[in-house]
C-alpha cells in the first residue's frame, strides 16, 4: 500500500503565509502528478493545484499568483506554498499522488491538513 503524510497546516492571519507537505512511501514505483485539492466546511473538494512528471503545473484561478505547488521526486514529497492568504483559503487540505507499481494504476489520497486563515 502507498502511505501518504501530510504536514504544515495551522492557523494563520490573513496576509500570512503558510507551506504544507506531503511525502509518499510505500508501494509506488513512479509518481506521475502530484495534487492538492481542498474542502471548505459545507462545501465540495476542490482542485487547488497539480504537477505533472513533465513538469507542468497548473492551478485554480482562485489561487493563481498566491500558491506555488513544487516537489521533490527523489524524496516523494510535494510542497504548497501558500502566500497572501485569505479567509477563503480556509479548508482541509488534500494531496493526492497518482502513479504506478509494478505498471498497476495507484491513486491516493492524504488523510487531510487544516489550515485556517483568521481575518
Known amino acids: 500500500q502507498v502511505q501518504l503524510v501530510e504536514s504544515g497546516g495551522g492557523l494563520v492571519q490573513a496576509g500570512g503565509s503558510l507551506r504544507l507537505s506531503c511525502t509518499a512511501s510505500?508501494?509506488?514505483?513512479?509518481?506521475?502528478?502530484m495534487s492538492w485539492y481542498r474542502q471548505a466546511p459545507g462545501k465540495q473538494r476542490e482542485f487547488v493545484a497539480t504537477?505533472?512528471?513533465?513538469?507542468?503545473?497548473n492551478y485554480a484561478d482562485s489561487v493563481k499568483g498566491r500558491f506555488t505547488i513544487s516537489r521533490d521526486n527523489a524524496k516523494k514529497t510535494v510542497y504548497l506554498q501558500m502566500n497572501s492568504l485569505i479567509s477563503e483559503d480556509t479548508a482541509v487540505y488534500y494531496c493526492?499522488?497518482?502513479?504506478?507499481?509494478?505498471?498497476?494504476?495507484?491513486?491516493?489520497w492524504g488523510q487531510g491538513t487544516q489550515v485556517t486563515v483568521s481575518s
Open positions: 510505500g508501494r509506488i514505483d513512479s509518481i506521475n502528478s
Open positions: 493526492n499522488i497518482q502513479g504506478t507499481y509494478r505498471g498497476i494504476y495507484v491513486s491516493k
Open positions: 504537477s505533472t512528471s513533465a513538469g507542468i503545473t
